[in-house]
């Protein structure tokens, strides 16, 4: 188990240190500490959708347009944005560095553009960017394009971000996402599942016209100029039609496509607040400097009290800090003012745990244990009450985080992540790193007197001999 201890304490050490010498195959280039809006500073907006008389938009739609502002977002060179629905019609939007929080609103708010366009004998690549009769990538973000539906344009597979493309060819638009009436799962003749859509009457003719002179060539379905799906043309289409040759996952992100794609349902930019860097680099300094005085305030008391348990504890209480730092980085964990709250109440539930089994230790001891048979004692006896408060820890955390991202507050996750992992941790390091520390004194001879651990009751001759 010691040896099992050393080699998680230099592997969370490697990943903890930010220099990259000791990294030959650059295995640590990804891993880095991911800062929270309120730490880095940056944009965040509430947007909210608008729709006109007699539409709505239900939390599916929503969910699928979340996926389109990602797409927008990875064009303005953020790093770590965080886009969450709130409700059935509010999407947040964080996006930590920002440097033009204008540009950043003005892509954000434009409708998304969908399109079918005709490729002709070239079938395009899913995340390809191209331009259409309806212009550009740039026309998108300078919003010269035509706004039509808004449409989630989930994908598989990664998209490239809305930058222009070199120059290339200009793809014809047959559809538009305002021509589109309806799009369901469905199935085809030999009942495998398939994609169903339904267009309105003023578009059906003249799509029976372009498909049942492209039989045997390509179409695609394209979000903000991005290919989200290419299908071959069996068939001439007029007001009903069906994309086969998916998976069922596949069918059903394509359905919310579509049927994001026949609305019209302009963002409105509810709130807009700018955090500014210097006050999340002031709130990072106090933060470490309350966990330094919280740390050193715990320490004095638990070495006071317990003496060399309440050392080796402190020293277990180092490590649970280095490997939870450590798990941070490697998961990916956004760290915002309310995660490392989380974090340091985790450090606290470390030492409760401790402090339970360190009391039972000192029972046992004034009933003439050994101090062999106390230290096991006061872990097999403690152990059900950490175990049972830490887990309905754990339950609660998963409420609230299932609960931030419900009502898109990324705090609360944010708190709940730090702190389920910092408990999940804590048990370890508290039962197992302690348990093996105080062993090895023990069998080295070292602090075999009951003062050592905060008592003065001495054993019985019997006792003595039996240790």
């Known amino acids: ?38 730490l880095q500073g940056g944009l965040q907006v509430l947007m909210e959708a608008r729709p006109p008389a007699g539409q709505t938009v239900d ?5 699928g347009t979340r996926d389109t502002i990602e797409r927008r977002v990875s064009g303005l060179g953020v790093s770590e944005p965080v886009i ?21 609103v003005a892509v954000l708010r434009e409708t998304a553009l969908l399109e079918i366009v005709s490729s002709g004998s070239t079938p395009l690549q899913v995340g390809q960017v191209i331009t259409t009769s309806l212009g550009g990538p740039e026309s998108i973000r300078s919003g010269q394009a035509t706004p039509t539906a808004r449409t989630p344009g989930a994908s598989a597979t990664p998209v490239a971000s809305a930058t222009p493309p070199p120059t290339g060819p200009t793809y014809k638009t047959v559809v538009q996402g305002k021509d589109l009436s ?5 199935t085809n003749q030999i009942g495998t599942i398939v994609v169903g859509f339904e267009l309105k009457s003023e578009a059906a003719d003249s799509f029976y016209t372009f498909t049942s002179s492209s039989i045997g060539q390509y179409m695609s379905v394209v979000v903000d100029k ?3 799906n290419t299908a071959t043309i069996n068939g001439a289409i007029r007001s009903q039609g069906i994309i086969e040759g998916m998976a069922q996952t596949e069918v059903n992100k394509l359905v919310l496509q579509l049927k994001s794609g026949a609305l019209q349902v302009p963002l409105e930019v509810v709130q807009s607040r700018t955090v500014g860097p210097t006050l ?35 020293i ?7 490997f939870t730092f450590a ?18 109440l985790s450090i606290g539930m470390a030492v409760d745990a401790n402090v339970l089994i360190f009391a039972r230790m000192k029972e046992e001891l004034r009933l003439s244990r050994t101090i062999s048979a106390a230290i096991e004692g006061g872990f097999d006896h403690a152990w059900p009450s950490i175990r049972d408060s830490n887990i309905s820890t754990m339950i609660s955390c998963g409420i609230l985080y299932w609960f931030g991202r419900y009502v898109g507050a990324s705090i609360i996750q944010g708190f709940a992540l730090t702190l389920f992992i910092g408990v999940a941790v804590s048990m370890f390091t508290a039962v197992t790193v302690s348990r093996t520390f105080l062993r090895l004194m023990v069998d080295a001879g070292i602090a075999r007197h009951p003062r050592w651990y905060g008592t003065d009751v001495t054993t019985t001759a019997a006792s003595a001999a039996g240790d």
């Open 280 to 314: 999340g680099q002031d709130s990072i300094n106090k933060s470490i400097e309350a966990g330094i005085i919280g740390l050193t305030i715990v320490a004095l008391f638990m070495i006071f009290y317990y003496r060399l348990p309440g050392v080796l504890s402190v």
């Open 182 to 186: 309806n799009a369901y799962p469905s």
């Open 327 to 344: 798990i941070f980085k490697l998961v990916g964990v956004v760290l915002t003012l309310a995660g490392i709250a989380g974090f340091i």
């Open 1 to 38: 188990m010691l040896a099992l201890i050393i080699v998680l304490t230099l592997i969370a050490g490697w990943v903890v240190n930010p220099q990259n010498n000791l990294d030959p195959f650059n295995w640590k280039r990804n891993v880095a500490i991911r800062q929270g809006l309120d």
């Open 84 to 104: 969450q629905t709130r409700g059935s019609n509010q999407i947040i939007v964080e996006l930590p560095g920002i440097k033009n929080p204008q540009e950043a």
């Open 59 to 63: 939390s599916s739609v929503l969910a």
């Open 226 to 228: 991005t290919v989200i």
């Open 316 to 322: 277990a209480l180092l490590l649970y800090a280095l």
